[in-house]
Nanobody, 122 residues
Framework: QVQLVESGGGSVQAGGSLRLSCAVYGSTYSYYCMVWFRQAPGKEREGVAA???????SYADSVKGRFTISRDNAKNILYLQMNSLKPEDTAMYYC????????????????RGQGTQVTVSS
């Protein structure tokens, strides 16, 4: 059983930065492919950034150049560094994991956390 716990969300002004973390418990983290996705009120879920077991990354166009996904296999933690935040980045952010890599198709990942809220004010 894999458990994911997100942290690091908060409120920030436009142009600011936040770093989200996703701690992975219960399995060999280095084998897993990971994705960050978000959901804003009244909007569909959106895959934001993904990373496979080898460290290859992919990003949504909406965050490319501003967000960076990374992983620390020694600590079993996934990160999302978010810079130059915009009000439209306001959402609940979730991490998800699976043994297979599905890119930004977050619904395909079998394990997910409870989320952390990010609010960006103008």
């Amino acid at each position: 059983q894999v458990q994911l716990v997100e942290s690091g969300g908060g409120s920030v002004q436009a142009g600011g930065s936040l770093r989200l973390s996703c701690a992975v418990y219960g399995s060999t983290y280095s084998y897993y492919c990971m994705v960050w996705f978000r959901q804003a009120p009244g909007k569909e879920r959106e895959g934001v950034a993904a990373i496979d077991a080898d460290g290859t990354t992919s990003y949504a166009d909406s965050v490319k150049g501003r967000f960076t996904i990374s992983r620390d296999n020694a600590k079993n933690i996934l990160y999302l560094q978010m810079n130059s935040l915009k009000p439209e980045d306001t959402a609940m952010y979730y991490c998800a994991a699976d043994r297979d890599f599905y890119g930004l198709a977050h619904d395909e990942y079998g394990y997910r956390g409870q989320g952390t809220q990010v609010t960006v004010s103008s």
